[in-house]
Structures are given as C-alpha cells and as structure tokens.
C-alpha cells in the first residue's frame, strides 16, 4: 500500500510539473499586444536577390490613404553600395490593368529592371490607382507621392535625389510624362506626405504614350480614356482634357526627353509622340524622338523576332539615355 502511495505521489509530481512547463511555454507563445489599435505591417522586409546581385526589396507601401487600398512599389538596389541615380518605372494598361513587374512584350520584366539596377541605378517600378479605383487625377497624384517618397528616403535607399528619371509605357508613359512636365507646384491630392520634397526629375523617357488627349483618335481607346478621365456619362471638360495631356505643360524649362514609339501602333497613334517632340522643340526644351518602323504598341511587329529586335531597340535606346542624362555619359 505505501509503495502504491509512493508512485502515485510522483505520478502526480509530475503532472504538475509538466502543467506548469506547458503553462510557462504557453505564456511565452501567446501574441504580443500594444496599448493602442496596431496598424503597422510587422512582416519583415521581403528582399529577393538576382543572380547580377542585385536585391529588390518588394511591396514598399510609399502612400496610405484611407479608403485604398496602400500603393506599393518594388525597389531594385545594385550590389555595390554608395548613393545611385534613380529610375522610376510607370506600368502601363490603359489606367485600367498592369502591375509593376510588366511592360510589352518582355517574358521576364523584372529581370530588365534589374539589369538597369546593376549598372549602377536604384530602379524604382511603381503601383498606382487605377481608373476604377480613382480616376484622373488620383494616379498622377500617386505618381508624385512615390518621387516625393524616395526622395525623402534617399538615404535609406541609397538614392541621389538630384538625379531622377521617370520612365513609362502606353498609360504609364501618359503618367511618366505629366510628372517630368507639370511638377513644382506643392504636393496634390489626398496624401501630401513628405510636401517638402521636390516632385521634379531631371529627364523622362515615354514610350508609346497618349500625350494629348484633345487630338487621340475617338476610336482607339474609348473605354479606358473615358474611364481614366472620368467621361463616361458625358463630354469631358475641356480643363480636364488639357490637365491630363501632357503637351499642355511643356516649357522651356522642361528636362531632356526620351519619346519612342512604333509607326504601326493602332492602340496610340504615332502622331502623340511626334505631337509631344513639336511641342518641346518648339519651346527650345531638350527632345528626342525615335520612331520604330514596323512595328505596333508593346513592340509587337509581324513575327517573334521582329518584335524582339524593337523591345531591345527601345531598351537599349533609353539605358543609353539615362547613362547620358544621369551620368554625364556619351
């Protein structure tokens, strides 16, 4: 009977003790809580690396506004440290589809960002409201919140924030070149976060862009321009028409510009590029113009190859560009 008594008694030892190990892990595994509602994002950074070294730190939310949904952007940082040029990329799809990890016909676009990174640019490719989200002018407004954004954490980021381009295509070339041409006037929209940055760059490239929104041809891209501008149930006003064009900005004071496009493009006329090159050649600004012959929107021409040989053509004419206009290379 005792030794029974004996062996119950540490059975029960050590149920207590095992409870009370259980208890004390339990304690240290519950969640963490704060005094007030916490509404930051507590996953770490997500950081990929590329084979080159580069390292892109993605989803950066750079614009919190309440009612959206946060705008993010990917940042792409070469392998050697010290302060880069930036380049700021603007997806396209008609204000209404696209992200910041596609452009044309490029298989892998993330992996052209990286490359330009590694040439010694942190690359910047952004998210912005789309047309149904937020019409004109909530995209422009995001697109100078995020130059504002990098410029205030250019020392985080390893950026020089007097060397800036921003670059887009079809839509994102739209956006890309309002922001290099209609900049300086204080912060706009609903976030006016770091307002004491400069939303300027010192050159802009645009690919296949609509550039004026008076003289696109009513039956190229109806339903997205009307979308984007907010037209839908009536003419557009004439105010929003020229605020949204990019041609109805240029001074002499604008940076150099990079405009390329295609002579078959159906989706954007040629003569939006050309329309944009008159205009800032005849206000004594700094323009390039190149036209690609044979060849449509996205740099689609009649087979695989020909629509290869224009996307590397167009790349390879706008990494040059910002080699000359960020890094004083000819």
């Known amino acids: 009977m005792r030794k029974a008594f004996r062996v119950g008694f540490v059975g029960v030892g050590l149920l207590l003790a095992l409870a009370a190990a259980s208890g004390a892990r339990a304690q240290e595994a519950a969640p963490a809580t704060s005094p007030e509602p916490a509404l930051g994002d507590p996953m770490p950074d997500r950081i990929l690396t590329f084979g080159n070294g580069v390292r892109v730190s993605t989803d950066i939310p750079f614009s919190i ?13 070469p392998r050697d440290e010290g302060t880069k040029p930036l380049v700021i990329y603007v997806h396209g799809g008609g204000w209404m589809n696209g992200h910041t990890r596609q452009s044309g016909a490029f298989s892998d ?26 019409p004109f002018p909530a995209a422009i407004d995001d697109v100078r919140a995020a130059i504002r954004f990098l410029k205030a954490n250019a020392a985080r980021y390893g950026i020089d924030p007097a060397r800036v381009a921003i670059w887009g295509g079809s839509a994102g070339g739209q956006l890309a070149a309002l922001a290099a041409l209609d900049c300086g006037r204080g912060a706009t929209g609903e ?15 645009g690919w296949y862009g609509v550039y004026d929104f008076a003289t696109m041809p009513q039956s190229a891209i109806p339903r997205a321009e009307n979308a984007y501008l907010d037209c839908e149930k009536g003419q557009c006003p004439a105010d929003r028409i020229a605020a949204a064009s990019p041609v109805a900005h240029v001074d002499a004071k604008d940076p150099p510009m990079l ?23 005849a206000a004594r600004a700094p323009v390039t113009l190149e036209i690609i012959p044979d060849v449509g929107h996205s740099w689609i021409g009649a087979d695989a190859a020909a629509t290869r040989q224009a996307s590397l053509r167009a790349l390879n004419l706008s990494f040059r560009f910002f080699d000359t206009h960020l890094k004083g290379r000819r």
């Open 109 to 134: 676009f993330t992996a052209v960002l990286s490359e330009l990174s590694a040439r010694g640019y942190v690359v910047a490719s952004l998210e912005y409201r789309l047309s149904r989200e937020a």
């Open 65 to 77: 506004i309440p009612g959206y949904r946060p705008i993010t952007l990917d940042l792409y940082r």
């Open 259 to 281: 405009l390329i496009h295609g002579t078959d493009d159906r989706t954007v006329p040629v003569t939006q590029s050309k329309e944009l090159a008159e205009a800032l050649g």
């Open 191 to 205: 976030d006016k976060s770091n307002a004491s940055q400069s939303d300027c760059v010192q050159a802009g490239v």
